[in-house]
Protein backbone atom coordinates (compact mmCIF):
# COMPACT_ATOMS: atom_id res chain seq x y z
CA UNK A 1 0.00 0.00 0.00
CA UNK A 2 2.71 2.39 0.96
CA UNK A 3 5.09 1.82 -2.62
CA UNK A 4 1.36 2.28 -4.72
CA UNK A 5 0.61 5.73 -2.42
CA UNK A 6 4.43 6.69 -3.17
CA UNK A 7 4.30 5.72 -6.58
CA UNK A 8 0.81 8.06 -6.90
CA UNK A 9 2.72 10.71 -5.71
CA UNK A 10 5.40 10.59 -7.71
CA UNK A 11 3.75 10.45 -10.87
CA UNK A 12 4.32 13.45 -13.44
CA UNK A 13 0.34 12.90 -14.03
CA UNK A 14 0.18 14.44 -10.54
CA UNK A 15 2.01 17.18 -11.43
CA UNK A 16 -0.42 18.27 -14.57
CA UNK A 17 -2.86 18.01 -12.20
CA UNK A 18 -1.86 20.00 -9.20
CA UNK A 19 0.04 22.68 -11.35
CA UNK A 20 -3.64 23.20 -13.61
CA UNK A 21 -5.76 23.56 -10.23
CA UNK A 22 -3.33 25.81 -8.86
CA UNK A 23 -3.37 28.21 -12.13
CA UNK A 24 -7.29 28.06 -12.25
CA UNK A 25 -7.38 29.03 -8.29
CA UNK A 26 -4.91 32.01 -9.45
CA UNK A 27 -7.34 32.59 -12.06
CA UNK A 28 -10.02 33.13 -10.28
CA UNK A 29 -8.21 35.50 -7.29
CA UNK A 30 -7.62 38.01 -10.43
CA UNK A 31 -10.87 37.71 -11.53
CA UNK A 32 -12.81 37.90 -8.70
CA UNK A 33 -12.09 40.47 -6.32
CA UNK A 34 -11.04 38.73 -2.92
CA UNK A 35 -11.92 39.65 0.58
CA UNK A 36 -8.83 41.54 2.72
CA UNK A 37 -8.00 40.90 6.34
CA UNK A 38 -9.24 43.44 7.82
CA UNK A 39 -12.89 43.10 5.94
CA UNK A 40 -13.47 39.83 7.26
CA UNK A 41 -14.17 40.69 11.21
CA UNK A 42 -17.26 42.52 11.73
CA UNK A 43 -16.42 45.99 11.45
CA UNK A 44 -17.49 48.94 9.46
CA UNK A 45 -14.86 48.11 6.98
CA UNK A 46 -16.53 44.55 6.63
CA UNK A 47 -19.50 46.40 5.88
CA UNK A 48 -18.52 48.43 3.59
CA UNK A 49 -16.79 46.05 1.72
CA UNK A 50 -19.63 43.71 1.52
CA UNK A 51 -22.39 46.36 0.62
CA UNK A 52 -19.65 47.30 -2.33
CA UNK A 53 -19.55 43.58 -4.01
CA UNK A 54 -23.48 43.52 -3.67
CA UNK A 55 -23.43 47.11 -5.30
CA UNK A 56 -21.26 45.58 -7.97
CA UNK A 57 -22.07 41.69 -8.36
CA UNK A 58 -25.69 42.61 -7.39
CA UNK A 59 -27.84 38.72 -6.31
CA UNK A 60 -24.44 36.99 -7.49
CA UNK A 61 -22.47 38.72 -4.48
CA UNK A 62 -24.24 35.80 -1.63
CA UNK A 63 -23.22 33.11 -4.38
CA UNK A 64 -19.83 34.09 -4.53
CA UNK A 65 -19.54 34.56 -0.78
CA UNK A 66 -21.37 30.79 -0.16
CA UNK A 67 -18.90 29.64 -2.13
CA UNK A 68 -15.83 30.98 -0.78
CA UNK A 69 -14.67 32.56 -4.03
CA UNK A 70 -14.26 35.86 -2.51
CA UNK A 71 -12.02 34.28 0.41
CA UNK A 72 -9.52 31.72 -2.08
CA UNK A 73 -6.23 34.01 -1.35
CA UNK A 74 -6.92 33.87 2.51
CA UNK A 75 -8.67 30.54 2.78
CA UNK A 76 -7.96 26.97 3.81
CA UNK A 77 -8.40 25.27 0.53
CA UNK A 78 -5.27 26.86 -1.05
CA UNK A 79 -3.02 26.64 1.34
CA UNK A 80 -4.21 22.86 1.26
CA UNK A 81 -3.61 22.75 -2.36
CA UNK A 82 0.06 24.15 -1.87
CA UNK A 83 0.63 21.49 0.94
CA UNK A 84 -0.21 18.82 -1.37
CA UNK A 85 1.85 20.52 -4.14
CA UNK A 86 4.67 20.37 -2.17
CA UNK A 87 4.72 17.35 -0.69
CA UNK A 88 4.03 15.88 -4.34
CA UNK A 89 7.51 17.89 -5.85
CA UNK A 90 9.25 16.63 -2.66
CA UNK A 91 7.94 12.93 -3.58
CA UNK A 92 9.15 13.25 -6.70
CA UNK A 93 12.64 14.63 -6.64
CA UNK A 94 13.27 11.89 -4.06
CA UNK A 95 11.96 9.39 -6.37
CA UNK A 96 14.30 10.40 -9.33
CA UNK A 97 17.23 10.54 -7.18
CA UNK A 98 16.58 7.32 -4.71
CA UNK A 99 13.93 5.06 -6.77
CA UNK A 100 12.29 2.48 -5.37
CA UNK A 101 10.84 -1.06 -5.62
CA UNK A 102 8.50 -1.32 -8.14
CA UNK A 103 6.29 -3.66 -7.49
CA UNK A 104 5.19 -5.41 -10.71
CA UNK A 105 2.59 -8.08 -10.78
CA UNK A 106 3.71 -11.30 -12.79
CA UNK A 107 1.03 -11.85 -14.89
CA UNK A 108 1.73 -8.47 -16.29
CA UNK A 109 5.34 -8.36 -16.64
CA UNK A 110 6.72 -7.99 -20.00
CA UNK A 111 9.42 -10.59 -21.42
CA UNK A 112 11.87 -9.17 -23.53
CA UNK A 113 14.84 -11.87 -23.51
CA UNK A 114 15.30 -15.50 -22.46
CA UNK A 115 18.21 -17.52 -21.98
CA UNK A 116 18.59 -21.40 -21.60
CA UNK A 117 22.25 -21.33 -19.90
CA UNK A 118 22.69 -18.08 -18.05
CA UNK A 119 22.02 -17.88 -14.22
CA UNK A 120 20.08 -15.11 -13.09
CA UNK A 121 22.87 -13.65 -11.52
CA UNK A 122 24.92 -13.41 -14.29
CA UNK A 123 22.25 -12.20 -16.53
CA UNK A 124 21.90 -9.27 -13.85
CA UNK A 125 25.47 -8.77 -14.17
CA UNK A 126 25.65 -8.40 -18.39
CA UNK A 127 22.33 -5.89 -18.17
CA UNK A 128 24.08 -3.78 -15.83
CA UNK A 129 27.55 -3.77 -18.10
CA UNK A 130 25.46 -3.06 -21.02
CA UNK A 131 23.52 -0.07 -19.32
CA UNK A 132 26.82 1.34 -18.56
CA UNK A 133 28.50 1.33 -21.86
CA UNK A 134 25.03 3.27 -23.29
CA UNK A 135 25.58 5.78 -20.54
CA UNK A 136 22.19 4.94 -18.93
CA UNK A 137 22.10 5.60 -15.07
CA UNK A 138 21.23 2.50 -12.95
CA UNK A 139 20.27 1.67 -9.48
CA UNK A 140 20.29 -2.17 -8.86
CA UNK A 141 18.45 -3.93 -6.04
CA UNK A 142 20.62 -7.25 -6.01
CA UNK A 143 18.40 -9.07 -3.26
CA UNK A 144 15.29 -8.62 -5.93
CA UNK A 145 17.01 -8.97 -9.15
CA UNK A 146 15.89 -5.46 -10.02
CA UNK A 147 17.54 -2.78 -11.99
CA UNK A 148 16.19 0.82 -12.08
CA UNK A 149 17.18 1.97 -15.46
CA UNK A 150 17.07 5.51 -16.38
CA UNK A 151 18.71 8.49 -18.63
CA UNK A 152 18.00 12.20 -19.19
CA UNK A 153 16.04 12.95 -16.16
CA UNK A 154 17.38 16.54 -15.18
CA UNK A 155 15.07 18.06 -16.95
CA UNK A 156 12.86 16.42 -15.18
CA UNK A 157 14.52 17.14 -11.94
CA UNK A 158 15.16 20.67 -13.01
CA UNK A 159 11.09 21.11 -13.41
CA UNK A 160 10.34 19.84 -9.40
CA UNK A 161 13.18 21.63 -7.64
CA UNK A 162 12.55 24.74 -10.12
CA UNK A 163 8.75 24.84 -8.53
CA UNK A 164 9.96 24.12 -5.38
CA UNK A 165 11.98 26.78 -5.46
CA UNK A 166 8.71 29.62 -6.64
CA UNK A 167 6.89 27.97 -3.58
CA UNK A 168 9.50 28.55 -1.33
CA UNK A 169 9.58 32.53 -2.92
CA UNK A 170 6.05 32.95 -2.68
CA UNK A 171 5.91 32.01 1.47
CA UNK A 172 9.13 33.85 1.52
CA UNK A 173 7.59 37.13 0.42
CA UNK A 174 4.64 36.61 2.86
CA UNK A 175 6.63 36.18 5.69
CA UNK A 176 9.16 38.83 4.95
CA UNK A 177 7.92 40.83 2.09
CA UNK A 178 6.12 44.26 2.68
CA UNK A 179 4.80 46.80 0.79
CA UNK A 180 3.40 50.54 0.87
CA UNK A 181 1.41 51.35 -2.19
CA UNK A 182 -1.03 54.53 -2.99
CA UNK A 183 1.30 56.77 -1.92
CA UNK A 184 1.11 60.60 -3.30
CA UNK A 185 4.60 62.66 -3.49
CA UNK A 186 4.83 66.02 -4.41
CA UNK A 187 7.18 68.27 -5.64
CA UNK A 188 9.26 69.28 -2.27
CA UNK A 189 7.39 66.65 0.28
CA UNK A 190 9.38 64.81 2.30
CA UNK A 191 7.95 61.55 3.01
CA UNK A 192 9.91 59.18 6.01
CA UNK A 193 9.85 55.59 4.63
CA UNK A 194 9.58 53.84 7.87
CA UNK A 195 10.16 49.84 8.04
CA UNK A 196 13.34 50.34 10.20
CA UNK A 197 15.12 52.30 7.03
CA UNK A 198 15.81 55.37 8.98
CA UNK A 199 15.40 56.83 5.33
CA UNK A 200 13.94 59.90 3.91
CA UNK A 201 13.09 61.07 0.54
CA UNK A 202 12.45 64.10 -0.99
CA UNK A 203 10.11 64.05 -4.52
CA UNK A 204 10.89 66.25 -7.35
CA UNK A 205 7.96 65.96 -10.59
CA UNK A 206 9.12 67.21 -13.40
CA UNK A 207 8.55 67.31 -17.08
CA UNK A 208 12.03 65.00 -18.37
CA UNK A 209 12.37 67.11 -21.47
CA UNK A 210 12.14 70.97 -21.97
CA UNK A 211 9.63 71.74 -24.68
CA UNK A 212 8.43 68.30 -25.10
CA UNK A 213 4.65 67.42 -25.01
CA UNK A 214 2.79 66.50 -21.58
CA UNK A 215 2.38 63.35 -22.60
CA UNK A 216 2.15 60.86 -19.11
CA UNK A 217 5.45 59.62 -20.57
CA UNK A 218 7.76 62.99 -20.58
CA UNK A 219 7.01 62.94 -16.73
CA UNK A 220 9.26 61.92 -13.86
CA UNK A 221 9.85 61.96 -10.46
CA UNK A 222 13.72 62.49 -8.57
CA UNK A 223 13.64 60.67 -5.55
CA UNK A 224 16.81 62.49 -3.50
CA UNK A 225 17.21 59.87 -0.13
CA UNK A 226 18.40 61.63 2.90
CA UNK A 227 19.61 59.40 5.97
CA UNK A 228 20.05 62.09 9.05
CA UNK A 229 20.98 65.43 7.40
CA UNK A 230 22.96 64.14 4.76
CA UNK A 231 21.95 62.87 1.28
CA UNK A 232 23.00 59.85 0.44
CA UNK A 233 21.49 59.20 -3.10
CA UNK A 234 19.40 59.75 -6.05
CA UNK A 235 16.99 57.98 -7.97
CA UNK A 236 14.72 58.89 -11.01
CA UNK A 237 11.52 57.61 -11.56
CA UNK A 238 9.56 57.38 -14.04
CA UNK A 239 5.75 55.58 -14.87
CA UNK A 240 5.61 51.74 -14.89
CA UNK A 241 9.52 51.76 -14.35
CA UNK A 242 11.19 49.87 -11.54
CA UNK A 243 14.16 51.70 -9.40
CA UNK A 244 16.18 50.46 -6.95
CA UNK A 245 18.11 51.90 -3.37
CA UNK A 246 19.02 50.39 -0.52
CA UNK A 247 17.53 46.85 -0.81
CA UNK A 248 14.25 48.90 -1.66
CA UNK A 249 12.20 48.74 -4.94
CA UNK A 250 10.59 51.64 -5.72
CA UNK A 251 7.82 51.39 -8.49
CA UNK A 252 5.61 54.57 -10.30
CA UNK A 253 2.37 53.70 -11.21
CA UNK A 254 1.35 57.20 -12.24
CA UNK A 255 2.13 61.35 -12.47
CA UNK A 256 -0.72 63.42 -12.71
CA UNK A 257 -2.06 66.98 -11.60
CA UNK A 258 -2.37 68.40 -8.25
CA UNK A 259 -3.72 71.55 -7.26
CA UNK A 260 -2.82 73.27 -3.49
CA UNK A 261 -5.79 75.38 -2.14
CA UNK A 262 -5.50 78.16 0.61
CA UNK A 263 -8.41 80.56 1.46
CA UNK A 264 -8.32 83.41 4.08
CA UNK A 265 -10.25 86.48 4.76
CA UNK A 266 -9.58 90.46 3.84
CA UNK A 267 -7.61 90.39 7.72
CA UNK A 268 -5.51 87.42 6.52
CA UNK A 269 -7.49 84.66 8.76
CA UNK A 270 -7.88 81.52 7.32
CA UNK A 271 -10.84 79.95 6.02
CA UNK A 272 -12.04 76.35 6.87
CA UNK A 273 -12.21 74.17 3.77
CA UNK A 274 -13.75 70.64 2.97
CA UNK A 275 -14.25 68.36 0.36
CA UNK A 276 -17.04 65.94 -0.09
CA UNK A 277 -14.36 62.64 0.90
CA UNK A 278 -13.50 64.62 4.47
CA UNK A 279 -16.96 65.27 5.52
CA UNK A 280 -17.25 68.20 8.50
CA UNK A 281 -13.57 68.43 9.27
CA UNK A 282 -12.38 71.58 8.21
CA UNK A 283 -8.54 72.19 6.88
CA UNK A 284 -6.96 74.98 6.40
CA UNK A 285 -4.85 74.26 3.03
CA UNK A 286 -6.47 71.59 0.89
CA UNK A 287 -4.18 69.20 -1.49
CA UNK A 288 -6.76 67.85 -4.79
CA UNK A 289 -6.13 65.02 -6.45
CA UNK A 290 -7.25 64.93 -10.12
CA UNK A 291 -6.74 62.77 -12.95
CA UNK A 292 -5.79 63.63 -16.67
CA UNK A 293 -8.55 61.88 -17.94
CA UNK A 294 -12.33 62.66 -18.35
CA UNK A 295 -13.35 59.39 -16.40
CA UNK A 296 -15.72 57.94 -13.37
CA UNK A 297 -13.32 58.95 -10.13
CA UNK A 298 -13.54 56.73 -7.02
CA UNK A 299 -14.27 58.50 -3.76
CA UNK A 300 -14.31 55.52 -0.89
CA UNK A 301 -11.53 52.89 -1.47
CA UNK A 302 -11.17 50.69 1.24
CA UNK A 303 -10.55 47.65 -1.38
CA UNK A 304 -12.63 45.99 -3.73
CA UNK A 305 -10.82 45.76 -7.16
CA UNK A 306 -8.95 42.30 -7.46
CA UNK A 307 -5.83 42.60 -4.87
CA UNK A 308 -6.63 45.92 -3.91
CA UNK A 309 -9.24 47.91 -2.67
CA UNK A 310 -12.23 48.71 -2.34
CA UNK A 311 -13.88 51.04 -5.01
CA UNK A 312 -17.26 52.53 -4.73
CA UNK A 313 -18.28 54.58 -8.04
CA UNK A 314 -19.20 58.46 -7.42
CA UNK A 315 -20.82 60.48 -10.57
CA UNK A 316 -17.70 62.96 -9.78
CA UNK A 317 -15.22 62.78 -12.70
CA UNK A 318 -11.44 62.40 -12.69
CA UNK A 319 -10.65 65.79 -14.30
CA UNK A 320 -13.24 67.57 -11.24
CA UNK A 321 -13.42 68.48 -8.10
CA UNK A 322 -15.32 70.04 -5.33
CA UNK A 323 -14.15 72.57 -2.63
CA UNK A 324 -16.47 73.77 0.42
CA UNK A 325 -16.07 77.05 2.23
CA UNK A 326 -19.12 76.86 4.92
CA UNK A 327 -18.33 80.06 6.46
CA UNK A 328 -19.17 81.58 3.70
CA UNK A 329 -21.82 78.92 1.76
CA UNK A 330 -19.66 79.11 -1.12
CA UNK A 331 -18.93 75.50 -3.21
CA UNK A 332 -15.69 75.91 -5.40
CA UNK A 333 -15.83 73.84 -8.16
CA UNK A 334 -12.36 73.06 -10.08
CA UNK A 335 -11.79 71.05 -13.52
CA UNK A 336 -8.44 70.09 -14.63
CA UNK A 337 -8.22 70.32 -18.56
CA UNK A 338 -4.65 68.96 -20.05
CA UNK A 339 -2.50 71.05 -22.74
CA UNK A 340 -2.77 69.23 -26.19
CA UNK A 341 -0.28 69.15 -28.77
CA UNK A 342 3.48 70.36 -28.12
CA UNK A 343 2.76 72.66 -25.23
CA UNK A 344 5.06 72.07 -22.71
CA UNK A 345 2.36 73.61 -20.06
CA UNK A 346 1.02 70.52 -17.81
CA UNK A 347 -2.60 72.39 -18.04
CA UNK A 348 -4.32 74.69 -16.98
CA UNK A 349 -7.31 74.10 -14.23
CA UNK A 350 -10.86 76.42 -14.22
CA UNK A 351 -12.43 77.67 -11.27
CA UNK A 352 -16.27 78.55 -10.93
CA UNK A 353 -17.60 79.43 -7.89
CA UNK A 354 -21.24 79.06 -6.98
CA UNK A 355 -23.16 80.73 -3.88
CA UNK A 356 -25.60 78.45 -1.73
CA UNK A 357 -27.57 75.90 -4.07
CA UNK A 358 -27.64 78.42 -7.29
CA UNK A 359 -27.13 76.36 -10.28
CA UNK A 360 -25.17 78.94 -12.31
CA UNK A 361 -21.09 80.00 -10.90
CA UNK A 362 -20.90 84.05 -10.14
CA UNK A 363 -17.52 83.47 -10.57
CA UNK A 364 -14.78 82.14 -13.72
CA UNK A 365 -11.33 81.91 -13.85
CA UNK A 366 -8.58 79.57 -15.30
CA UNK A 367 -5.21 79.66 -13.85
CA UNK A 368 -1.86 77.88 -15.32
CA UNK A 369 0.50 78.53 -12.77
CA UNK A 370 0.87 79.82 -9.03
CA UNK A 371 -2.12 82.75 -8.03
CA UNK A 372 -4.17 84.11 -5.66
CA UNK A 373 -7.92 85.00 -6.86
CA UNK A 374 -10.13 87.58 -4.80
CA UNK A 375 -13.48 86.20 -4.33
CA UNK A 376 -16.26 88.47 -2.08
CA UNK A 377 -13.03 90.01 -0.53
CA UNK A 378 -11.79 86.39 0.04
CA UNK A 379 -8.61 85.70 -0.93
CA UNK A 380 -7.66 81.94 -2.55
CA UNK A 381 -4.32 80.70 -3.04
CA UNK A 382 -4.16 78.45 -6.10
CA UNK A 383 -0.24 76.32 -6.03
CA UNK A 384 -0.89 73.94 -9.24
CA UNK A 385 1.82 71.30 -8.92
CA UNK A 386 2.32 67.28 -10.00
CA UNK A 387 2.19 63.81 -8.25
CA UNK A 388 3.63 60.46 -8.41
CA UNK A 389 1.86 57.66 -6.95
CA UNK A 390 4.21 55.36 -5.95
CA UNK A 391 4.61 51.55 -4.43
CA UNK A 392 7.45 50.76 -2.55
CA UNK A 393 8.64 48.19 -0.66
CA UNK A 394 11.01 45.00 0.32
CA UNK A 395 10.72 41.75 -0.98
CA UNK A 396 13.93 39.11 -1.36
CA UNK A 397 11.42 36.44 -2.59
CA UNK A 398 11.00 38.37 -5.76
CA UNK A 399 14.53 37.22 -6.90
CA UNK A 400 14.51 33.88 -5.59
CA UNK A 401 11.61 33.50 -7.43
CA UNK A 402 13.14 34.76 -10.68
CA UNK A 403 15.46 32.28 -10.03
CA UNK A 404 12.92 29.19 -9.76
CA UNK A 405 11.35 30.42 -12.60
CA UNK A 406 14.54 29.98 -14.83
CA UNK A 407 15.31 26.42 -13.51
CA UNK A 408 11.92 25.53 -14.70
CA UNK A 409 12.00 26.67 -17.93
CA UNK A 410 15.44 25.40 -18.10
CA UNK A 411 14.16 21.80 -16.85
CA UNK A 412 11.25 22.35 -19.46
CA UNK A 413 13.08 23.20 -22.77
CA UNK A 414 15.65 20.69 -21.96
CA UNK A 415 12.75 17.61 -21.24
CA UNK A 416 11.29 18.64 -24.62
CA UNK A 417 14.94 17.88 -25.96
CA UNK A 418 15.61 14.85 -24.69
CA UNK A 419 12.69 12.99 -22.69
CA UNK A 420 13.22 11.30 -19.77
CA UNK A 421 13.53 7.31 -19.75
CA UNK A 422 12.72 5.57 -16.84
CA UNK A 423 11.74 1.56 -16.16
CA UNK A 424 12.57 -1.59 -14.43
CA UNK A 425 13.96 -4.59 -15.62
CA UNK A 426 13.26 -7.59 -13.54
CA UNK A 427 15.68 -10.83 -13.91
CA UNK A 428 14.36 -14.11 -12.84
CA UNK A 429 13.02 -17.76 -14.06
CA UNK A 430 10.86 -19.21 -16.32
CA UNK A 431 10.34 -22.65 -16.70
CA UNK A 432 14.06 -23.11 -16.00
CA UNK A 433 15.10 -20.29 -18.70
CA UNK A 434 16.58 -17.01 -17.19
CA UNK A 435 14.56 -14.12 -18.73
CA UNK A 436 14.86 -10.35 -18.20
CA UNK A 437 11.69 -8.08 -18.16
CA UNK A 438 10.29 -4.75 -17.67
CA UNK A 439 7.88 -3.44 -15.79
CA UNK A 440 6.91 0.46 -14.75
CA UNK A 441 8.00 1.89 -18.12
CA UNK A 442 7.96 5.84 -17.85
CA UNK A 443 8.50 7.75 -21.24
CA UNK A 444 9.54 6.32 -24.72
CA UNK A 445 11.76 3.33 -23.86
CA UNK A 446 11.26 2.27 -27.70
CA UNK A 447 14.46 2.20 -28.03
CA UNK A 448 15.87 0.92 -25.17
CA UNK A 449 14.02 -2.44 -25.15
CA UNK A 450 15.37 -3.76 -28.47
CA UNK A 451 18.78 -3.10 -28.10
CA UNK A 452 19.32 -4.55 -24.78
CA UNK A 453 16.96 -7.66 -25.73
CA UNK A 454 19.54 -7.81 -28.72
CA UNK A 455 22.64 -7.22 -27.18
CA UNK A 456 22.10 -9.78 -24.42
CA UNK A 457 20.71 -12.34 -27.20
CA UNK A 458 24.43 -11.61 -29.31
CA UNK A 459 26.67 -11.98 -26.03
CA UNK A 460 24.78 -15.40 -24.76
CA UNK A 461 24.57 -18.40 -27.44
CA UNK A 462 21.19 -20.28 -26.72
CA UNK A 463 19.21 -16.86 -26.09
CA UNK A 464 16.97 -15.46 -28.01
CA UNK A 465 15.06 -12.02 -28.14
CA UNK A 466 11.31 -12.18 -28.16
CA UNK A 467 8.70 -9.50 -28.63
CA UNK A 468 7.62 -8.27 -25.57
CA UNK A 469 4.75 -10.07 -24.14
CA UNK A 470 3.56 -11.03 -20.96
CA UNK A 471 4.10 -13.79 -19.09
CA UNK A 472 0.21 -14.74 -19.16
CA UNK A 473 0.47 -14.61 -22.89
CA UNK A 474 3.27 -16.69 -22.66
CA UNK A 475 1.94 -19.46 -20.76
Known amino acids: ?15 LLLLSGLIMLVLLTVALPQRPLTAQSPSSI ?38 LLVLHLIVACLDLIFPRHFRTNPDATTVICQSMDVEP ?14 HYRWVCFEEQNLIHVSRATG ?40 HGTELTVRATVRNSEVGAPTEQQNWQTELSFVRG ?22 YETSSEPALLIRATDHDGRDLGLRTPETGNTEFRLVSLRFRAEDTTRYIVDPGLSAGGVTSRASPQRGNERYV ?19 SNLAGRFRIEAYRGAEPTPFFRQTVSTATTLEIENDRYTLEPQRYAVVK ?9 FLI ?36 GVYGDCSKIVPWLSAALCAKHEGSHSIAPRSRAEGN
Open 121 to 134: TRLLEDTRSLLATA
Open 229 to 250: NQEIGRRILRQDQTVFFNNLAF
Open 1 to 15: MLDGLWHILASPYLT
Open 324 to 342: LVPIRDITLRLIFEPAGGQ
Open 155 to 194: GLLAIYIGALTCLAAAQLSARTGWWEEGVLLRSGQLLALG
Open 392 to 400: YGQDFGVVL
Open 46 to 83: GTLWLAALRERFGTAADLLLALGLVDIRNGRFLRLWLG
Open 404 to 439: GMLVTIVGFFTTVWRPPERLWLVVGQDDGHATLSTG
